[in-house]
């Protein structure tokens, strides 16, 4: 049982509450919106947006100490932080006449802490656990090689 099986248990359909009953992931797609969750893995396609969500990580930021912190033209990261914002990633608030960004909650920190750990584990080679579809999937130098 991986740190996460306990959480998945013991959750509702909407992943929020105590309902002892599990639910699938594809059963909590069919409930949230498939189509909202792309969107989300969407915004977090882009390396520009990593960095942005990873130096809110660490803290509020100013739009325009981001800029700079993450190496960005000051229009481009305000884009970047628009669509952010638009997905319900980030929040902004006004402070004079700057906004200071945040992650929205912790959820983003987590999405952001995971796909990292992911891509960790695949250059290491590693699995948190074995499951019984192991023996069918691809080590990480079987999925890159090319076919043939």
Known sequence: ????????????????????????ARERLETVGASDVAATLQALATPSRLLILARLQEGPCAATDLAGAVGMEQ?????????????????GERRGRSVVYRLYDNHVAELLEQALF?????????????????????????ASAPAG
């Not at 359909?13 to 699938?24: I, L």
């Not at 699995?127 to 023996?135: A, F, M």
């Open 1 to 24: 049982m991986n740190r996460y099986s306990f959480v998945l248990d013991t959750m509702d359909p909407m992943g929020h509450g105590a309902d002892k009953n599990r639910v699938t």
């Open 118 to 142: 992911h891509v960790e584990h695949l250059r290491l080679g590693l699995r948190d656990t074995e499951t019984e579809s192991d023996d069918h999937a691809p080590t990480p130098d079987k």
């Open 75 to 91: 229009s481009a990261c305000s884009h970047q932080l628009r669509l952010l914002r638009n997905l319900g990633l980030v929040t």
